[in-house]
């Protein structure tokens, strides 16, 4: 069963992947549709009918799913399985036309994420997981960085939309900044949790994430081997979520603590 839910999500990532690069290549310049949560939190036109297409897809296969999307909310199913998509990570990147985003689609089955897809159209690259399975990019397993020094860690983070948020991060990252190799931020959560799997960075941590956001980079990540988890001993979430190699993962997420970096 999770081998067929894989199959149809990284399927349907793959098309809703050709439909977004294909429109942002055809303009020059992106409209926004919408704003949600502030004036920088920004909705195109191709978030709205990616996120169409991969409802439509999923539901044609298996219409007893339920839904749980970034544009469009909730739709409640009988069967077991929640398909949780965000149709454009990194919008604002995909706006400006920074080649960073992606289509995120992962198979919640009992409230478990069991399966995950993070399709990048603009580099072509697709990482894949299922729950026990290992984690894999283009059909080739990844693993996490062997660092085993915060010193010597490379570590993403994000920021949010809101702008006391915003400075309350800034001020965190203050501190962060001098006990690490350095920092980098791309702005697209679950490209960041890939990176993670991919070695790509040796930890990512970040307040304000929602489930789309999570799900199916999160659980490729720690398919990777990557400890992904929030902070005093709470699960990866909105307050905060972490994924790091082993063997920097004890010493940031203490560091993050003493910080305060789960509250604005």
Known sequence: ?????????????REAGDLVRDRREA???????????????????SDTAA??????????ARPDDGFVGEEDGVVVGSSGVD???????G????LYGLPQYAVSIAAQVDG???????????????????????????????RVSACSSLSLALVGTGFGYDAGRRARQASVLLDVVPVVRDIRRAGAAALDLCAVASGRLDAYYERGLNPWDLAAGGLIAAEAG??????????????????ATPGVATELTA???????DHD
């Open 1 to 13: 069963m999770l081998a067929e839910l894989l199959a149809l999500a990284e399927k349907t990532a």
């Open 112 to 142: 478990v994420v069991r399966a995950g897809v993070v399709h990048n159209p603009a580099s072509g690259e697709t990482w894949t997981a299922v729950l026990g399975g290992g984690a894999f990019l283009d059909g080739r397993p990844v």
């Open 91 to 94: 919008t604002v990147n995909y």
């Open 255 to 261: 560091l993050l603590e003493r910080l305060g970096a």
């Open 226 to 243: 990557a400890v992904v988890t929030g902070l005093r001993g709470a699960p990866a979430g909105n307050d905060l979520a972490l994924a």
């Open 27 to 45: 303009v020059e310049r992106m409209a926004v549709a919408g704003t949600k949560s502030t004036p920088t939190d920004v909705v195109t036109e």
């Open 83 to 89: 398909w949780v998509v965000d149709p454009i990570d």
């Open 51 to 60: 996120e169409e297409l991969i409802r439509s897809r999923l539901f044609a």
